[in-house]
């Protein structure tokens, strides 16, 4: 699939923003860097390698653990020729008290761009507002722009197309990478029906969001308790973990809640026929999803996990590259 960048936006649209949320965004430029990434992945495959970030640094700020997004950003930057630096709250400054105004300051004078991993969304916002060069964000409580960059790539990439389609997620409907799902679907006219248990539906003010933009996109927004309304005819099979970083001391409680909500054979036998299923990953297998479904032919997790790369050097090629 090649690159068609026929949204009327160009790399100019994004010199110097941050990526926080995917809200921030205009439908088409979120297709352009979808395309952006089909075209960045493509020349990969084939041996293409473009320096856009030569000579230019990403400070990648860690406050929770990490696999995929930090290879995949670090592995990414590298790519686009610059260099990342890899910074742990445990080991700077900013994990001894200094403000977060201060610590994005003191940074705007030496790097490029700023990756921030963290807990609270607030965090990363003030540090957003301090800073003089574009942060992204690799995820906080509430939102995961990052990670549903590439899972609509990955949809992209095994559907044709994202308009029109049905997205359906069941799980914990609280967390950020349901609030981004919910972003991400409603810019791009996808369909999207949210099943969790009472109790644990999104956050009023995003879904309201969603649709509102949905709406003017030509595509709905549902908040269900019910799995099966979900997943009936549904183009593309979501799940998340149970328990999300930060809540070991509720897994057991939750994972009582959320039985009725795992995604197992019965309930994706109500999917369209060639449904695809999607997880963020780490997934754990006989809890949200059973292991005939995330290692069976529907799965494209690993593609998904790849993607990661490819969706993440466009953002950073478009956000930093024009600098």
């Not at 068609?4 to 965004?25: E, I």
């Not at 590298?78 to 105004?101: A, M, N, W, Y």
């Not at 690799?138 to 044709?160: F, N, R, S, W, Y």
């Not at 990478?177 to 949210?194: N, P, Q, R, W, Y």
């Amino acid at each position: 699939m090649e690159a068609k960048q026929t949204y009327g936006v160009t790399s100019s649209n994004f010199t110097g923003q941050d990526f926080l949320a995917l809200s921030d965004f205009h439908s088409s430029e979120i297709m352009y860097l979808l395309e952006k990434a089909v075209q960045i992945k493509a020349e990969l495959k084939e041996g293409i390698r473009r320096k856009p970030l030569e000579g230019k640094v990403l400070a990648m700020i860690f406050d929770k653990a990490s696999t995929r997004t930090r290879v995949s950003f670090e592995v990414g930057v590298v790519q686009l020729g610059g260099d990342p630096i890899f910074l742990s709250t445990k080991d700077i400054q900013l994990g001894r008290g200094e403000s977060i105004e201060d610590t994005a300051k003191v940074l705007s004078g030496y790097v490029d761009g700023i990756l921030i991993r963290t807990f609270a969304h607030r965090t990363i916002e003030q540090f957003a507002a301090h800073a003089d060069v574009p942060v992204i964000n690799g995820l906080t409580d509430l939102h995961h722009p990052t990670q549903v960059m590439a899972d609509l790539l990955t949809i992209l990439e095994h559907k044709g197309k994202l308009a029109g389609l049905k997205l359906g997620y069941v799980g914990d409907g609280y967390n950020n990478m349901t609030h981004s799902l919910l972003e991400g679907a409603a810019k791009v006219g996808m369909d999207i029906t949210v099943a969790s248990p009472f109790g644990y539906e999104p956050d009023q003010m995003i879904r309201d969001h969603a649709k509102l933009v949905a709406k003017q996109n030509g595509s709905s927004v549902v908040i269900s308790n019910s799995p099966e309304e979900a997943i009936t005819d549904a183009d593309v099979v979501v799940t998340d973990t149970w328990s999300s970083m930060g809540m070991e001391a509720e897994a057991d409680e939750r994972n009582e809640i959320f039985k009725p909500y795992q995604v197992n054979a019965d309930l994706c036998a109500k999917a369209k026929d060639d449904y695809i299923f999607l997880h963020c990953l780490p997934a754990y297998r006989g809890k949200e999803v059973t292991s005939e479904i995330i290692d069976g032919p529907h799965s494209v997790v690993f593609d998904e996990a790849e993607n990661r790369l490819h969706a993440q050097k466009a953002i950073m090629e478009a956000l930093m590259g024009g600098m």
